[in-house]
């Protein structure tokens, strides 16, 4: 059984920063790539950042330049340094991994946690 858990959510004033971390946990054989997606109420889920094995990050652009996505391997673990907060950052964030078990590749996700950027 595979889990990803998120910590590092809370309230933020604008300008501020935060950062998230995710630690995946299980039976991880390896990890093909890990990323944060994020969810305002009424909306869709979208990515914000992702990174690959190759570690070659990938960024949405409403992030590039205040948002940094880096990975610890040997602690199958993925921070989100996340810079200049806005108030339109506000959402649930969520981790997302690709990780193989050994036998095959799955997709997992954290239960999410809250940013609230205000003041």
């Known amino acids: 059984q595979v889990q990803l858990v998120e910590s590092g959510g809370g309230l933020v004033q604008p300008g501020g920063s935060l950062r998230l971390s995710c630690a995946a946990s299980?039976?991880?054989?390896?990890?093909?790539?890990m990323g944060w997606y994020r969810q305002a109420p009424g909306t869709q889920r979208e990515l914000v950042a992702r990174?690959?094995?190759?570690?070659?990050?990938n960024d949405a652009d409403s992030v590039k330049g205040r948002f940094t996505i880096s990975r610890d391997n040997a602690r199958n673990t993925v921070y989100l340094q996340m810079s200049s907060l806005k108030p339109e950052d506000t959402a649930v964030y969520y981790c997302h991994g690709a990780l193989n078990n050994g036998s095959s590749t799955g997709r997992y996700w954290g239960p999410g946690t809250q940013v609230t950027v205000s003041s």
């Open positions: 990174i690959s094995s190759g570690d070659s990050p």
């Open positions: 299980g039976s991880i054989f390896s990890i093909n790539a």
